[in-house]
């Protein structure tokens, strides 16, 4: 059986992977893992100047289990600058599913 979940993870094409977090335990494995941080961009048309509102979303993935868990944009921006404890076990949210295929 194969459970196939997608989320909303900005929607530019092209997706920036920022490096690694320090160890950190992984909620669905349990894991002390080295997450990968990934950046991608979500445009969204909006009906005020200006009429495109730019977000960056960043999100983790744990390279044991392949769980996926979003993270606030200035703490992945003070991690990927270089401040390795800006984000940690408390920082994950779990993602916005939009096609749950299970």
């Known amino acids: 059986m194969v459970i196939e979940m997608q989320y909303k993870l900005g929607n530019f ?3 920036q ?3 690694q977090t320090t160890l950190l335990t992984c909620p669905k494995c ?3 893992v080295n997450f990968s941080i990934f950046k991608n961009e979500k445009l969204e048309l ?3 100047m200006p009429l495109v509102k730019s ?10 289990c ?7 944009s200035d703490r992945a921006d003070s991690l990927v600058k270089g401040n ?3 984000v940690g076990n408390f920082d994950f949210k779990d993602l916005e599913v939009f096609n749950d295929k299970s």
Request: charged share 30%.
């Open 46 to 48: 909006v009906s005020k």
């Open 13 to 15: 094409k092209s997706i």
């Open 84 to 86: 390795d404890l800006s």
């Open 55 to 64: 977000d960056t979303v960043y999100f983790l993935v744990c390279p044991e």
């Open 30 to 32: 349990n894991k002390k």
């Open 17 to 19: 992977d920022k490096g």
């Open 66 to 72: 392949a769980s996926v868990f979003g993270v606030d």
